[in-house]
């Protein structure tokens, strides 16, 4: 709540904060599977530095999305905070949540931190067709692979879309250069 709080004038949210991370943990509620809402040790999402790390995650996304427009983003509207927040959370698949993380004790300021880098890697992966929790050094990849077979199944599946989009943008530049 403190995260949600500390970014409300960026945000527009003054006297909203509270609406709004409610409003955040339900649109996650709606993206994720029943299965990641149970509790620890078979799920990590509901421990304090997950919800913490989550969402100042999620919040400077919206931050940095507002910096980007020329108009306010008007975040107090459920259906824009719902889109953005579903954008975000589809990104980090559920199985980060349900997998072994070296690092325990992450509950400090550096714990957080350390998740919201994996948070940021795992969603830089995603983007680029790269297996979820490649250089994500809270998980070991090695036991991520042996335990889900659906991460590989996530990964071709990203890495098609990936190569998709290469090609489609490598043949809107040939486009340009030969009407050019």
Known sequence: MAE?????????IEDL???????????IKEVYPAKVWSKYPDSRLLMNVSIVSLT????????????????????????????VVER?????????????????ELDTSSGRQSVQEALGVIDSNVRYGRPWYERVSLVDPAAVE????????????????SAAKKVAAAKKIVRRSTNS
Do not use: C, N
């Open 17 to 27: 904060e509270r609406d709004v991370f409610l409003a955040i943990w339900q649109k």
């Open 146 to 161: 042996e335990s889900a077979p659906e991460a590989k199944r996530l990964h071709r599946t990203s890495a098609k879309k």
């Open 56 to 83: 100042a995650f999620i919040l400077e996304t919206m931050v940095a999305k507002q910096r980007m427009e020329d108009e306010p983003v008007d975040y107090s509207s459920i259906a824009v905070l719902g889109k």
């Open 4 to 12: 949600v709080r500390d970014r409300g004038a960026l945000l527009g």
């Open 88 to 104: 975000v959370v589809s990104r980090i698949p559920s199985e980060f949540w349900q997998t072994e993380w070296k690092l325990k």
